[in-house]
Structures are given as C-alpha cells and as structure tokens.
C-alpha cells in the first residue's frame, strides 16, 4: 500500500483572468483572409504605377492609372463587356459540353471494367497533351468559327473532370455503399443520394481544374485567332490592341482576364465549397 | 421464430485466395432475442452477419427471415457498423434518419421528421439534431447510427462490433444505454462482437464460433454465463500448443 493519502481539490469557478473576450477589431480585419488578399492586390497596384512612372515607357509598361483609365473607357463604350460576354458565352458552351461528355464517360468507367479501362487510358493519353496544340487540327476539320473552340475545349474540361469524378466515386468508402443499398435505394437513387455526395470533394476539384483549363485554353485560342463571327472575345481583344500599340487596353484586357478568373475561384466555387464540402467536414 | 439460419456455409474470394469464412453454421433467433455472436478474429462473424444482411449469399445451406430467404440487403434487417463513417456526412443528424426513413419508402418527409425527433431524444442527442456527424465524438456517431436503425423499426437489427472502435468507458455506457432501449422496445437484434465481457453484458443467448472457418462451438443462455468457460471453449485447440489467446 502507498503511504501517500489521497488528495482532494476544489475547483475554481471565479478566479481566471479571461474566460471569453471579444478580439479586438483590427485583430478581427487581419483574421479575415479576403482583407488579407485585397490589401497585397493593393500594395501590388501600388508597386506597378510607382515602378511605370520611373520607367517612363507607356509602350512597355503603362501605369497602372492608366490601364484603369482604358479599361474604364472600353467598360464605357460597350467594346470591353461585349469582348468578354463573347468569350464567357462560348466559354460556357464549351464547358458545359465538356461536363455532359465527362459525366457520360464516368458513368461508363462506373458501369463496367472495361469502360474504367477505356477512361483511365484515354485519360492517360489526352490529359498531357495541351488542349491548344489541337487547334490547328480543330481548324482543319471544323473551320474558322466557334466549332473549333468549343472543340478544344471540351478537350481542356473533359479529362480533368472525368478523371476526378471516377476517382471520386472509387473513393466513396464501402461503408456508405452499404448503408446506401441497407435503406433499398434504387440504382438511380443511390447514384443521386449515395454516389456522387460522396463524390462530391473529387468532383469538385474536377470542377475547378476543368474550369481554369477552359479559361485559359479560350484565351489563348482567341488570340490566335478571334472567332470568325465578327465580335471577337478577350483574347481577340488583347491581340488587336497590340496590333494598335494601345498597350494599356492590352494592359485592361490582361486584366480583366484576370479578375474573371478571381471572380470565378473566389466567388463561385469557393462558396460551393462553403455551403458544402466545408460544411459536411469532408475536406481535409 | 424470426430468424433461422441452416447450414450455412460462406466463402469469398481474395485477390489469390478462396476463404471459407463459416462451415455449417446453424441458429435460430427469436422476436426479442439478443442473440450474440461471438468469436475471435477471422472466424467469419462479420461474413456471417453481412449474408444475414444480405449482401453476400451462402455457397451452401440458407438464410430465413420470417420463413423467406434472404436475397439481398433490405430495409427489414438494418446495420449498424462499427465504422463511424456510417452515417451520410452531408446530412445533419435528423436529416440521416430523415433519410432512412424517406428512402427506404416507410414514411413520407413530415413523419418522418416526427419520428427521427423521436429517437434522437431517445440516445440523448436532441441538441445536437441539426450538427453534422464530423462535429460529433465516436460515441455520438454510433448512437445515431442506432437511433437511425431503431427508427426503422426493423424486423432483426444487425449490430457489427458497434462498441468495437470506442474508448472504454464510452463503450460500457453505450452497452449500458443499448440495454435500456431494448427494455423500452424489446427490439430484436443479432449482435456480432469479439469480447467475452461484451458478449455476456448485452446478449440474451450467445453463439460461439471457432477460428478459420467459423463452425459453432456452443449456443449458451447469457444469463449465468462463465467468461473463463466461454473462453476455454473457444481457444480450446489453441491451449495445447500453450498459446494464450487474448481477447
């Protein structure tokens, strides 16, 4: 038997120094990491018009203040939102072709063996190859127009897309498979309510990939060539001005690509992901 | 009788490997049974529940439930597993019974919001009904998982090593917590585990089953029932050789 006596305390409910308080505002801003960002874009800004006054060559370099000035301009007089609802339009198409192809495609791969073979082998074929060097090929075959765009973009979204969304539904645990067939769901059903939830990170991450491999694949088939319907896209957009020299409408235009792109991640997905695989703890 | 299984036999197939999980076996459970099996690992307790469940299907011999064999998984004998990704994690607590209960066609939205409210006061988890399962301990999850299964209101509830990856104490309150809603109930559950203790505490009648393949040792009352005579029973080949099995 120990020799040392038992030893009982009571405990304090009174004494501590903070127990809960409110952080203060400043700390609050700082938390927040959309401040964060906006204050760097801010201080990048700064830097660039700093570095262009000292630099002193519109036709390298124009300020930052004037990039504005154009793109407020070209906001004004319509050609800016006209180039970029062309190049969001055709985006769209493409992507949303690209997404029913990929959703055909993985529902074969999830079908049958051979259909798994058939995608991880055209994936393994096509993903590497960069969607742009099909153009020329898409040029032959479709034309001058939209065809060939949307031609490569289905490219740029397809296997991005399905190849997530496969992996996604080989990851859904056996668990949840079982729990899924256990309440007598249908096979529909059990796609829908089961199946692609729990999928649902994989597919996500499809989603986005896919999305900045079509933006940056239109732009740059845009500035190859436009497309052929008369009102050209951003892409087009950039490369006329520099034909132009207007290089700060060149500037406008780089950045309005840009602020898509931003809008897009920051805006879109990013809330998806709040209300859903965030939400549901499922992303790590 | 609710439940006969006669001679049953299961085997599956590994990457190189045919198993024999169980050879033969034969039990019956009655309505309000706590029929355990127990048995150590690699007996084929776990195959053995899942082709009652209905997801696998015997090689030899047959499964009845109410005098009709059992073909595939159904809403009249629900699991609950011993992994805590069992419940859907993009649904709320309510929202995971909610949908047991829609799914599987028993109720329409409305009572089965009512019902789902029922049974989650029942495991004690009304303030947690509109969390998502990763907000929740282990303990938590599984009684979800079991106030999912009991609101199906199920003919046999099929319970794999429930307990099996909680801390100790948690799993001795739920054992304790299972208790008490079966006196409420009197549900019928066949319960899979591999600890002596756990198999005497919760079971009304327990099977046991020898290792690789599982045949039937024994069909014993719980009631009185010896852990060190259970435990001879089961290791009794292994005794020879001197290897002291742990449980």
């Keep these: ?284 | 009788m609710l439940l006969a299984v006669e001679g049953v036999t299961l085997r599956y197939r590994t990457k190189d490997h045919l198993v024999t999980a169980t050879y033969r076996v034969s039990f019956n459970v009655l309505r309000s049974d706590r029929f355990v099996i127990l048995g150590p690992s690699g007996c084929g307790k776990s195959t053995l529940l899942k082709a009652v469940g209905g997801y696998l299907s015997p090689v030899e011999g047959r499964i009845l439930l109410n005098g009709a064999p059992v073909r595939e998984p159904g809403p009249d004998r629900v699991f609950v597993f011993q992994e805590f990704d069992q419940l859907l994690p993009w649904k709320t607590v309510t929202e995971n019974i909610v949908f047991a209960l829609t799914a599987s066609g028993k109720l329409a939205r409305r009572e089965a919001e009512e019902r789902a409210l029922h049974f989650i006061r029942k495991v004690k988890l009304a303030e947690f009904r509109h969390s998502y399962p990763h907000v929740l301990s282990g303990g938590m999850k599984q009684r979800v998982a079991i106030a999912r299964a009991l609101a199906m209101e199920p003919e046999i509830l099929l319970m794999d090593e429930p307990f099996a990856a909680l801390d100790a104490l948690t799993r001795s309150q739920m054992q304790e917590e299972l208790l008490q809603l079966w006196e409420e109930t009197r549900f019928t559950v066949l319960f899979v585990t591999h600890s002596i203790p756990e198999a005497i505490r919760v079971g009304s009648r327990i099977l046991l089953l020898s290792a690789h393949p599982g045949q039937v040792k024994a069909e014993i009352e719980a009631a009185g029932a010896d852990a060190a005579r259970i435990e001879e029973l089961l290791f009794e080949p292994e005794k020879e050789g001197g290897a002291a099995a742990h449980v």
């Design chain 1, 1 to 284: 038997m120990s020799e040392r006596p038992d030893v009982y305390h009571s405990i304090s409910t009174t004494t501590f120094d903070i127990v809960e308080k409110p952080l203060s505002r400043w700390r609050k801003v700082a938390d927040h990491a959309a401040a964060r960002k906006i204050a760097l874009l801010a201080g990048l800004a700064v830097v660039w018009e700093l570095y262009a006054r000292w630099l002193a060559n519109p036709l390298v370099l124009p300020r930052f203040s004037e990039t504005v000035a154009a793109g407020a301009a070209a906001v004004i007089s319509g050609e800016l939102p006209r180039a970029a609802a062309s190049t969001i339009g055709l985006l769209l198409k493409g992507y949303l072709a690209g997404l029913v192809l990929a959703a055909l495609l993985t529902a074969l791969a999830s079908a049958t063996r051979i259909g798994a073979d058939f995608l991880e082998t055209l994936t393994a074929m096509f993903n590497p190859l960069p969607s742009i060097a099909l153009l020329p090929l898409a040029l032959i075959w479709f034309g001058l127009g939209e065809a060939s765009i949307i031609f490569v973009l289905i490219h740029a979204v397809l296997w991005a897309v399905a190849l997530n969304a496969h992996a996604g539904f080989r990851s859904v645990s056996p668990t949840l498979r079982m729990v899924g067939q256990n309440y007598g769901l249908s096979r529909a059903g059990y796609i829908a309510r089961i199946l692609i939830p729990g999928a649902f990170p994989s597919i996500l991450t499809g989603l986005k990939v896919g999305w900045a491999f079509a933006w940056r694949t239109l732009i740059a088939a845009e500035l190859v060539f436009g497309v052929s319907s008369g009102s050209g896209g951003l892409g087009w957009y950039i490369y006329e001005h520099k034909n132009e020299l207007l290089i700060p409408s060149v500037f406008a235009g780089l950045l309005t690509v840009i602020l898509f792109g931003l809008l897009v991640d920051n805006l879109v997905f990013k809330t998806i992901e709040s209300r859903t695989v965030r939400r549901w703890g499922m992303q790590t």
